[in-house]
């Protein structure tokens, strides 16, 4: 945990972005390590929430959740209200009980898309896993196993049109690779531009 004391004091450090809210997003292809990361940041963040993507997807609408984002999430946040939002249930496909996250000091927001450009105006910081697509499908298709190949199929081809169309990457505070123990990180495009 010693290597995200760094990156937990930098958050910290920044000016507030969702009414009380710094709200930090954690970006990158699927399967590229998001939620680890996101967990341990949150836990060198002393047990920030954190609100995965996945629960506001659903298998008709990959990317097509930024209102419900709006709705549920920023626009509470702005007001210093807690977030309410129902967590799609991948099995079941349909959304199910009422969650709360309160708008806490820092909330990571991980998941594909996450940095989306109608989603920065309200981030403190956007963070980008720097592993390729190939890499990360690579990866996830081996995490999920041959039961969900044609999910992954169609996952990816959705992915490459999101990104295609509104890209994440090159609006990064921070790029972070994972290694063997623990991450790096090295300044974003967006620093560097």
């Known amino acids: 945990m010693a290597d995200l004391d760094h990156i937990a004091a930098a958050i910290r450090a920044r000016p507030v972005s969702c009414g009380p809210v710094r ?3 954690v970006d990158g292809h699927a399967g590229s390590g998001k939620s680890t990361f996101s967990a341990r940041l949150a836990e060198a963040l002393d047990g920030a929430p954190v609100l995965h993507l996945d629960d ?13 984002l709006h709705a549920q999430v920023i626009e509470p946040f702005t007001r210093g209200d807690a977030a309410r ?7 079941l496909r349909r959304f199910g009980p009422e969650r ?3 708008a806490a000091d820092v909330v990571i927001v991980e998941g594909v898309g996450a940095g989306r450009r109608a989603l920065r105006p309200y981030l403190a910081r956007l963070l ?27 996952w990816t ?22 290694c063997r123990e623990g991450y790096e990180w090295f300044p974003g495009p967006r620093v560097t531009a």
């Open 100 to 102: 709360t996250i309160d």
């Open 23 to 25: 709200l930090i997003a």
């Open 85 to 91: 939002y129902a967590p799609y249930d991948w099995t």
């Open 56 to 68: 506001l997807a659903t298998h008709q609408e990959l990317f097509d959740w930024t209102g419900r």
């Open 157 to 178: 081809a959705a992915e490459a049109r999101h990104f295609a169309g509104d890209p994440s990457r090159p609006f990064a505070d921070l790029l972070v690779r994972e």
């Open 128 to 154: 980008w896993m720097d592993r390729s697509a190939g890499a990360s499908w690579d990866r996830g298709r081996h995490r999920d196993g041959p039961a969900l190949r044609e999910f992954w199929d169609g």
